[in-house]
T-cell receptor, first 112, second 111 residues
Framework: NAGVTQTPKFQVLKTGQSMTLQCAQD?????MYWYRQDPGMGLRLIYY???????DKGEVPNGYNVSRLNKREFSLRLESAAPSQTSVYFC???????????FGSGTRLTVV | QKEVEQNSGPLSVPEGAIASLNCTYS??????FFWYRQYSGKSPELIMF??SNGDKEDGRFTAQLNKASQYVSLLIRDSQPSDSATYLC???????????WGLGTSLAVNP
């Protein structure tokens, strides 16, 4: 049972390039989340999907878009990467926030 | 602004001691609380959750909740060097499907 799988694990982008971070969960969870984690800033919610077919902005959505492709998959897209988007990105899922989240292993993104 | 606050540490304890990690929250509507452990370079891992006032024990870990004081704590008994990590506290408020996260407390257990 893989849990939450994120790809890629590492990525270096040049300013202005685009990329999509992939996330898939095999736990039949309804809700999925994208976070970024920066030193001293903690976990900040970018976007979330409470259920298949819905997405909502979190605290720091600017510069990102998401797609809830189906119940299993939730992708995060950077259309035009900026150095300020250098961060560690975590995908998480839950059957409901009252039960806590399961996190993927993260993507370390560097924008130069 | 709903907040969860933690002392950033570092909290340093000797091996075998009890480590006490504390967390306060501002939203009185918060109903459930979570402790996550995050090793350096890894993702957060859920170690304890608590919904009711009082204590909840799981092995060497005890979570304590006092809703009147809006206070959550995590006790780690017989601390081991492998417990050295950052501990994140999170609160969930009712119908809101999102967790509110603290910034974490860094724990160092010294052999």
């Amino acid at each position: 049972n893989a849990g939450v799988t994120q790809t890629p694990k590492f990525q270096v982008l040049k300013t202005g390039q685009s990329m999509t971070l992939q996330c898939a969960q095999d736990m039949n969870h309804n809700s999925m989340y994208w976070y970024r984690q920066d030193p001293g800033m903690g976990l900040r919610l970018i976007y979330y999907s409470a259920s298949e077919g819905t997405t909502d902005k979190g605290e720091v959505p600017n510069g990102y878009n998401v797609s809830r492709l189906n119940k299993r998959e939730f992708s995060l897209r950077l259309e035009s990467a900026a150095p300020s988007q250098t961060s560690v990105y975590f995908c998480a899922s839950s059957t409901g926030a009252n039960y806590g989240y399961t996190f993927g292993s993260g993507t370390r993104l560097t924008v130069v | 602004q709903k907040e969860v606050e933690q002392n950033s540490g570092p909290l340093s304890v000797p091996e075998g001691a009890i480590a006490s990690l504390n967390c306060t929250y501002s939203d009185r509507g918060s109903q459930s609380f979570f402790w996550y452990r995050q090793y350096s370079g890894k993702s957060p891992e859920l170690i304890m959750f608590i919904y009711s006032n009082g204590d909840k024990e799981d092995g060497r870990f005890t979570a304590q909740l006092n809703k009147a004081s809006q206070y959550v704590s995590l006790l780690i008994r017989d601390s081991q060097p492998s417990d050295s990590a950052t501990y994140l506290c999170a609160a969930h408020a009712g119908n809101n499907r999102k967790l509110i996260w603290g910034l974490g407390t860094s724990l160092a257990v010294n052999p």
